[in-house]
C-alpha cells in the first residue's frame, strides 16, 4: 500500500508529528497540527518551504517522525 504524505493534514491522520528545527538556535519547535486543521489550515504542504525560526528568523528544516519518538530521530 502506497501512502502520500503532502499535506499537513496527511501528517496528522497517519500519525507523524511535525516540528521545526532550526540549526542556528539548535532549538526544535512543535508543530500543532490539530490547531493548523482547526484553523483551516490542513491541507496546506510543507514540502518545498523551509520554516522561519521566531528566535533569530533563520530559515530552518521540517522534522517529521512517528509520534512516540524522540526529538532528533525523525
Known amino acids: 500500500m502506497l501512502i502520500q ?3 499537513l493534514r496527511d501528517l496528522y491522520e497517519n500519525g507523524f508529528i ?3 528545527h532550526c540549526i542556528a ?6 508543530v500543532d497540527l490539530e490547531e493548523m ?3 483551516g ?15 533569530c528568523g533563520q530559515k530552518g528544516e521540517w522534522q517529521i517522525r512517528p ?3 524522540a526529538v532528533g530521530t525523525g
Do not use: H, M, N
Not at 25 to 30: A, E
Open 67 to 69: 509520534k512516540g519518538t
Open 41 to 55: 489550515k490542513g491541507d496546506r504542504s510543507y514540502i518545498g518551504k523551509k520554516p522561519t525560526c521566531r528566535k
Open 5 to 7: 504524505i503532502k499535506t
Open 25 to 30: 538556535c539548535l532549538r526544535f519547535v512543535p
Open 18 to 20: 511535525l516540528e521545526t
Open 37 to 39: 486543521i482547526a484553523e
